[in-house]
């Protein structure tokens, strides 16, 4: 292509707004994706991103502005749990997926039956449909449903199995397997890595990566963004606008740049205004405090005098406007980074913390023997049903063994994976101070130092949280209080990206005990400690 020809579009928004409910969403956005990126959507829970790529497959319309969409080899959606109707078969899905295929290809025999007679028409309509089929890979559509069964762990289940038997993360992958199969020229994506263990993961990503067309994923998993996707838009809650950033690492590079901004611009705001407080305080004060008369001229003295005192005075008052300004548009002070911290000194406790011997949970879990020491750090991963989380309950003491002993010594720290709300209408600050023994001022200076509130959330009732909300609020309760052990189970859910980030470095500075589950493949990949694989309520050695 010749530099300076503008490259061609697939889909671009023009001034789109959209709100749901009452709520805007966005705001005059207008963004374009072009034929054969693969575009990572994030942003945080809630921001609109499902919504987003709802209106750019165009199965929602914008309350105004414009959607424009070309996608001539067909374009495909998954949504995060697909509808599937219960009483049909595996094998009904995958002919529905392929449909569109089949169909052009019977085409193309007919129109091959008829060749020997064909008019130039015939000709040229055949030429084209041949062409479209085998840019769809239509002649490889059934290896690749088998390629995808067999990717996505689904290789095992019968053609003729009932949908209505598979669990939702099986009729989740199939769904998957089946939109890789019909390879349309656009995908979009809702969360395509959920329900998929590592093998998958990184079978899904080589797939996307293949793919010969365009990819829109809207993902948390942030090495599946590292790896797939040449862009990000982000869907920023607070604008009501989406900003596109250059992959991952871009995305990273452009938020460390805003917050060096943000630190800079309050560092100069509060230099300014303790200028001008110094300025007033001092300036009318020291107007020719010391010169005499000359030539006992009063006169000339107090004229001379006079126009001093009035350009002071214009000064200040100037100064006293500019300070006003200043406070009527405060620059935010940039939260803290997120630090564990306890008092008065984590790791206080020494030795064993917290030792599980001969511990059986039904069928979920059964231990030997495990030991976590004082300042030793475990990841512990593997597939859902594990007994992951099962296994931190017991150590937290949430949950009590059918069998064996569990002992404990120390403070420690446990965020669940799923965060009950036991008061709905108790406000974030009462919930977050309980049991601190600080004033509600300090409570509220603290919760807003770790930057996962704003003050206007401080009085929501917990019950209208939403699912990230109320993780922010489990992680603050977590980083008030002392501890000498951290239990966290999926600490990375529901946590928008800089967040993970963020928690990430926390977790690398923490100088007490650590075990973690994680499914989150960079968390693992950087993680410092022992790491091991949980295998149906077991830990090898």
């Known amino acids: 292509m010749n530099a300076g020809v503008p490259l061609p579009t697939q889909i671009s928004l023009h001034g789109v707004t959209k709100a749901r409910g009452e709520r805007q969403l966005f705001d005059d956005v207008s963004l374009a994706v072009r034929p054969g990126e693969r575009i990572g959507v994030v942003g945080e829970n809630g921001a609109g991103k499902s919504t987003l790529l709802h209106l750019m497959s165009g199965r929602q319309l914008p309350d105004e502005g414009e959607v424009v969409a070309v996608a001539e080899r067909g374009a495909g959606f998954l949504a995060q ?31 091959e039956a008829d060749l020997g007679t064909a008019t130039e028409q015939t000709l040229g309509d055949y030429g084209d449909l041949l062409t479209a089929f085998e840019l769809r890979g239509g002649y490889e559509a059934d290896a690749r449903v088998d390629k995808a069964m067999h990717g996505l762990g689904l290789a095992h289940i019968d053609r003729d199995r009932i949908l209505g038997s598979l669990s939702g993360g099986e009729q989740a992958r199939l769904g998957l397997a089946c939109l890789i199969a019909a390879a349309p020229e656009v995908m979009f994506l809702d969360e395509p890595t959920n329900h998929l263990d590592e093998d998958a993961l990184d079978w899904l ?19 599946f963004l590292e790896r797939v996707a040449t862009a990000i838009l982000e869907v920023d809650a607070d604008r009501r606008s989406v900003v596109r950033h ?38 009318a004060h020291a107007v ?5 008369m000359k030539d006992n001229n009063k006169m000339a003295y ?61 069928e979920r879990l059964a231990v030997d023997e495990l030991t976590v020491s004082a300042g030793e750090r475990l990841l512990i991963h593997g597939g859902n049903g594990a007994g992951k989380s099962t ?48 004033t509600e001022e300090e409570q509220a200076e603290l919760i807003l130092s770790y930057g996962l509130f704003r003050p206007r959330d401080l009085h929501v009732p917990v019950g209208s949280l939403s699912a990230g909300q109320r993780r922010r609020l489990a992680l603050a309760r977590l980083l008030a209080r002392p501890a000498d052990l951290l239990l966290l189970d999926e600490p990375a859910n529901h946590l928008a990206l800089g967040l993970v980030e963020e928690l990430e470095t926390a977790l690398d500075q923490w100088a007490g005990a650590l075990v973690v589950v994680s499914h989150d493949r960079l968390l693992r990949r950087r993680f410092t400690g022992r790491i091991r694989r949980m295998e149906s309520g077991r830990l090898p050695g």
């Open 81 to 111: 749990t697909p509808q599937l109707p219960p009483d049909s078969r595996v094998g009904d899905t995958i002919d529905a997926a392929l449909a569109e295929l089949r169909s052009m290809e019977q085409r193309l025999r007919d129109l």
């Open 205 to 223: 990503e080589d797939a996307l990566g293949a793919h010969r067309g365009t990819v829109i994923a809207v993902s948390h998993d942030r090495t």
């Open 246 to 283: 250059g992959g991952y690492q871009g995305l990273l590079a452009e938020r460390a740049a805003a917050r060096r901004r943000w630190e800079q611009e309050y560092e100069e705001w509060c230099v300014e205004t303790s200028r001008l407080q110094e300025f007033m305080a001092t300036t």
């Open 288 to 292: 020719a405090g010391g010169r005499g």
């Open 302 to 362: 107090d004229r001379a005098g006079g126009r001093v005192q009035a350009s002071v005075a214009g000064r200040v008052r100037n100064a006293q406007e500019r300070l006003r300004r200043l406070r009527e548009h405060p620059v935010a002070r940039p939260p803290e980074p997120l630090r564990f911290t306890a008092r008065p000194v984590a790791g206080a406790a020494e030795g064993a913390l917290v030792t599980l011997r001969d511990v059986r949970v039904g």
């Open 391 to 438: 296994l931190l309950r017991t150590m937290a003491g949430v949950l009590e063994p059918d069998e064996g002993t569990v002992v404990r010594r120390g403070r420690i720290g446990y965020l669940a994976q799923e965060i009950p709300v036991g008061a709905p209408a108790e406000p974030v600050l009462a919930v977050f101070g309980r049991g601190l023994g600080l």
